[in-house]
């Protein structure tokens, strides 16, 4: 089969690192025989990078407006190549040459939801008229779709209010790659880099809008009692504020923000990790969600402290500690129960890993898509 797979965000770039779950989908879709182009739009200021070379082919586009019917044009070019037109996320830069070049092609075309965008950007909602375009462009796509994964059941039964028929959805939950992130990678070089003497609390994610690496910070600071270094890894347009709200709750000394670092980095950085955090509040957002960070921290055997709302709770399936969503309190509970109690913390470890092995490798959501695949392929009527 050949399939080309269209994202809205640059899948070479460090500063949109959920943009893994394409990349890897697209690999184990060519390890099961299969040819992949993967089509991209440059992070701005990224627009000169060549794409890196991979199993795959992937091709560069711009996220201009300006490019519009330019992007219409190669993605639609990319479509008479292929058997199946997919793309991910309903961003209208790639959404819309995507149901173009279906238009255009009498090509199937799948839809790959892993969130849903209009309630994270309604976290800020910067844009009245914007927020309405997303929303209709979020709203319209099931109508113009033969199949759809969707990364949640809050997902699915958005999708079935839409209209879109049940049987013609497919659950394509957010997976990890087992051989980068595992149980054995060491720490040491971390450690050294940073100093870290102490037991070690981390959270990992997007500073964003509808993150809530916030409620980590709070948690720290009813742990001030506690001889424990916070670590938070990522980047983005909020790490600026945070670290102030660090700073002003006398957390300078006792919290490191990393930033961005290659994924390829980021096991590295998880070894050193005696236990981590995956915080949320109770919301449209994040019922809808399979975070990313929790299968991650599962891959490679850490203790977990996660907020159970949406899938969380079926994700960890037992290898986990579940804490009260936004409760700071139950958060530094859960916590400090893991801190303390060695014997526990050695188990949910192991029960992690299993867990991510038997549940969560990228071959169980790729199976998944190429089943959705050829249901749209024998549904559509060329």
């Given at each position: 089969m050949k399939i080309v797979m269209i994202h809205p965000h640059d899948i070479w770039s460090d500063q949109e690192p959920w943009t893994s779950r394409i990349r890897n989908i697209a690999r184990e879709l060519v390890r099961l025989g299969h040819e992949v182009r993967i089509v991209y739009f440059a992070y701005p200021g990224c627009e000169h990078h060549e794409p890196q070379?991979?199993?795959?082919?992937?091709?560069?586009?711009?996220?201009?407006?300006?490019?519009?019917?330019?992007?219409?044009?190669?993605?639609?070019?990319?479509?008479?190549?292929?058997?199946?037109?997919?793309?991910?996320?309903?961003f209208a830069h790639a959404s819309v040459p995507a149901v173009c070049a279906h238009i255009f092609t009498n090509k199937p075309l799948h839809y790959d939801w892993d969130d849903w965008e209009i309630q994270i950007y309604n976290f800020l909602r910067p844009s009245e008229l914007v927020g309405k375009y997303i929303e209709y462009v979020e709203n319209s796509l099931p109508s113009f779709v033969d199949t759809i994964t969707v990364a949640s059941e809050g997902l699915r039964e958005l999708a079935i209010t839409l209209g879109f028929p049940a049987e013609r959805i497919f659950k394509g939950h957010v997976c990890v790659d087992l051989e980068l992130f595992k149980p054995v990678v060491d720490g040491k070089v971390i450690k050294e880099k940073f100093g870290i003497t102490k037991p070690v609390v981390m959270y990992m994610g997007?500073?964003?809008?509808?993150?809530?690496?916030?409620?980590?910070?709070?948690?720290?600071?009813?742990?001030?009692?506690?001889?424990?270094?916070?670590?938070?890894?990522?980047?983005?347009?909020?790490?600026q504020l945070l670290i102030q709200e660090a700073v002003e709750s006398n957390l300078?000394?006792?919290?490191?923000?990393?930033?961005?670092?290659?994924?390829?980095?980021?096991?590295?950085?998880?070894?050193?990790?005696?236990?981590?955090?995956?915080?949320?509040?109770?919301?449209?957002?994040?019922?809808?969600k399979s975070p990313l960070k929790v299968v991650e921290y599962m891959a490679c055997g850490k203790a977990i402290v996660a907020s159970d709302v949406g899938e969380v709770k079926s994700m960890l399936n037992g290898c986990g500690v579940?804490?009260?969503?936004?409760?700071?309190g139950s958060l530094r509970d859960g916590i400090l129960d893991l801190l303390h109690n060695e014997e526990k913390r050695k188990k949910l470890e192991k029960l992690a890993r299993k867990n991510a092995e038997k549940n969560f490798a990228w071959s169980v959501t790729a199976k998944n898509m190429l089943e959705a695949y050829k249901m749209a392929m024998k549904l559509y009527v060329r």
């Open positions: 070379e991979d199993v795959f082919m992937s091709f560069k586009l711009n996220r201009s407006r300006r490019a519009s019917f330019k992007n219409i044009y190669e993605v639609t070019k990319h479509a008479r190549w292929a058997d199946i037109i997919h793309f991910q996320k309903c997007q500073l964003h809008g509808g993150q809530y690496a916030d409620l980590f910070i709070k948690t720290a600071t009813q742990m001030m009692d506690q001889d424990v270094l916070f670590i938070i890894l990522g980047s983005g347009n909020r790490e300078a000394d006792r919290m490191i923000f990393v930033g961005a670092v290659a994924h390829e980095e980021i096991p590295q950085y998880l070894a050193v990790a005696d236990v981590t955090v995956a915080c949320f509040e109770d919301n449209d957002i994040t019922r809808h579940l804490a009260k969503p936004g409760d700071v």
